[in-house]
């Protein structure tokens, strides 16, 4: 192959990977999406993931844009920290290595909703597991409650679920989805803490809080996506 030939394969390559590329919403065909006046809005729910990578001594972009949002909300707003709070490895003991780094990380999320009017709650992800498991999240939900004050990490004492009534219409379940995934044998005190104590027994209150919302608008707020078309879900670009 010639220099041309390698040049015009090159331009094409490129052309092709870059038409894969988007950054527009993307909305299947027919789709309606509401629109509603500020008079129809009971609630607003602001959601951000995976907040806990800031370089040090500074504030990712993201929550930076987050922030300056939540300051024009009002107080029948949540705010939604969901999960992955922390990385690479949730939060390590004091004087532990990599405490310095993982306390940051708390500290200008925490920060980010000082002057917020509505509710904040932090949950946790699979990378705030992984710090000893629910010893590191005990951790993490008491370094924000010290923060923010009660119930602001929930599920609270690394149990799997939690039903958050928002007003007379509008209730939130909070689930804590590494609960169900993470390999059990590694934490011998798992659910010591907690009335559900299996798999079985969650998808049975998960049920029955379910029903019990019947007619409400029901939030259910967790880490891990139900389907995704991104690596998470097994799809891979080029």
Known sequence: MNSISKSLTLIVSFLVLYSCATYKAQYKEGAM?????????????????????????????????????????SKNSTALFLGDNIYPKGLPKRGSEGREFAEHQLNVQTDAVQDFAGRTIFIPGNHDWYSEGPKGLKRQEEYVEDKLGKNTFLPEDGCPIRKVEINDDVELIIIDTEWYLTKWDKFPTLNDECEIGTRGRFFIEYESLIKKARGKTTIVAMHHPLFTNGPHGGQFSV
């Open 33 to 73: 999406i509401p629109r509603h006046s500020e008079s129809d809005i009971q609630h607003t729910f602001y959601l951000i993931g995976d907040a806990g990578n800031s370089p040090l001594g500074s504030k990712s972009e993201a929550l930076q844009d987050f922030e300056k949002v939540l300051k024009g909300a």
